[in-house]
């Protein structure tokens, strides 16, 4: 929801500029540097660095803004790209869903609704686009939601910095997921009714 405001703004003042200068870069060097900067969070939540795993956290959610861009740029966008994007994507959240773990075993059941919630969100992003004709930029059939990636770190970055409000940020976090995946299905039906009839 958030990036239909702001990432136009985003994207002109800050990922546009930096794409350009690091053009010379592979698009797939910088979605691999994004994937390995997120994972870190993990042992940097495991061994109470919450200062680091922010900055981890908030780094690969840059760069991962940002490889699109250099691939667009240099006329790279490829299958390829897309598939290691998006898989690269789940990569760090479950990482970070783990470190919050870590930080507090006793969240087990929180952290797992977590996962499960990012689990069925996938499934409706996926079956969406297998039957939908259309594509966009990233090959998928994007449809906005109320929770994104924005949402998401924003989330993750408090659930890092308010342990004590960690079961109002987990419990919000997973019915966002699930409101999301809702729409979409919802998004989807309408649509097959629209076109059956």
Do not use: H
């Amino acid at each position: 929801m958030l990036e239909a405001y702001f990432r136009p703004i985003y994207q002109a003042c800050l990922a546009d500029p930096v794409a350009k200068y690091l053009s010379n870069y592979s698009p797939t060097f910088i979605t691999y540097l994004a994937c390995a900067a997120g994972i870190m969070v993990l042992p940097a939540l495991f061994y109470n660095y919450p200062v680091l795993a922010t900055i981890l956290l908030l780094f690969s959610g840059f760069l991962d803004t940002i490889d699109g861009s250099v691939a667009r740029i240099n006329n790279k966008i490829s299958d390829k790209g897309i598939v290691l994007d998006i898989i690269s994507d789940r990569i760090v959240e479950v990482a970070v869903i783990l470190g919050l773990y870590a930080m507090d075993p006793s969240r087990g059941w929180l952290a797992l609704a977590m996962l499960g919630s990012c689990y069925i969100y996938l499934t409706t992003f996926l079956v969406m686009d297998v039957f939908s004709p259309d594509r966009v930029q990233k090959g998928f059939q994007y449809s906005p939601g109320a929770f994104e990636r924005a949402e998401a770190f924003i989330l993750f970055v408090l659930m890092i910095w308010l342990p004590d409000s960690f079961t109002t940020l987990a419990y919000l976090f997973t019915g966002l997921v699930m409101l999301t995946s809702y729409l979409r299905i919802n998004q989807f039906l309408q649509a097959a009714r629209i076109t059956i009839k």
